[in-house]
């Protein structure tokens, strides 16, 4: 048995937030096992912590393991300062992520082409994203998107990612990441049902995204 920490992460004033699997002690869990976990808990990514003094994770989604994702460094990086002590960056196989925390947020920062390949959809209106039923296009790593408010950097998003196993995203920040990094401005971002994302481009070419982290659940799963 492990202990499963279940998050959400960029949870925003409705609610929401994407659901995130943690497992602190990753050493309990053999390197075989950790795709057929992840694809058994179900969640767009499940974490795996080799080592909680510097900051060494490893990161899976549903259907394969990734090199960097936005919601599993924001998350892990608040329960490692809850329960393991803060650390200055997180270590996934993508590279060194600063991380810290300010105002109730956890920050992170990731370099835009760590991100996958996103495709980016504008929209013309928030209504028409809200009446999206797919991915436009049937594209299988694709935000669709609209300005809610272009002068305040706020905008509408969806994320579709079947490539990865992931039918519809709720919170992406590894898409947040890339579009602040394309647009080259700070956005606040609303995605899924109620999550929150802030990304804001950094002088050295990264870009830091924030938000809001919940506990949901504490239990043992089986390995």
């Known amino acids: 048995m492990a202990e499963l920490h279940v998050l959400r992460v960029f949870s925003g004033a409705g609610g929401g937030g994407n659901p995130l699997g943690v497992f602190l002690s990753g050493s309990e869990v053999p390197e075989a096992r950790r795709q057929a976990i992840a694809a058994d808990l179900g969640f767009a990514e499940t974490v795996f912590v080799d080592d909680a003094a510097h900051g060494g994770i490893r990161i899976y989604t549903p259907g394969a393991e990734v090199a960097f994702a936005g919601h599993p460094v924001v998350g892990t990086a608040w329960l ?8 200055e960056a997180l270590l996934p196989p993508a590279g060194r992520v600063p991380v810290r925390e300010a105002d109730g947020m956890t920050f992170a920062a990731g370099r835009p082409d760590w991100a996958p ?38 905008l509408r998003a969806r994320v579709f990612a079947a490539r990865y196993g992931i039918p519809e995203d ?35 070419g990264m870009v830091e995204i924030g938000g809001r982290v919940e506990l949901d ?3 043992e799963y089986a390995v």
Do not use: C, H, N, Y
């Open 117 to 154: 390949d996103w495709e980016f959809v504008e929209l013309a209106s928030p209504d028409e994203v809200e009446g999206l039923e797919g991915a436009p296009g049937g594209r299988d790593a694709v935000v669709a998107w609209a300005w809610i408010d272009e002068g305040e950097g706020i």
């Open 217 to 219: 659940d504490v239990r």
């Open 80 to 87: 490692l300062a809850r329960t393991r002590g803060e650390v």
């Open 170 to 204: 709720e919170a992406t920040g590894s898409a947040a990441v890339a579009l602040a990094g394309r647009m080259r401005r700070t956005l606040d971002i609303r995605q899924g049902v109620g999550s929150e994302i802030v990304a804001k481009p950094l002088p050295d």
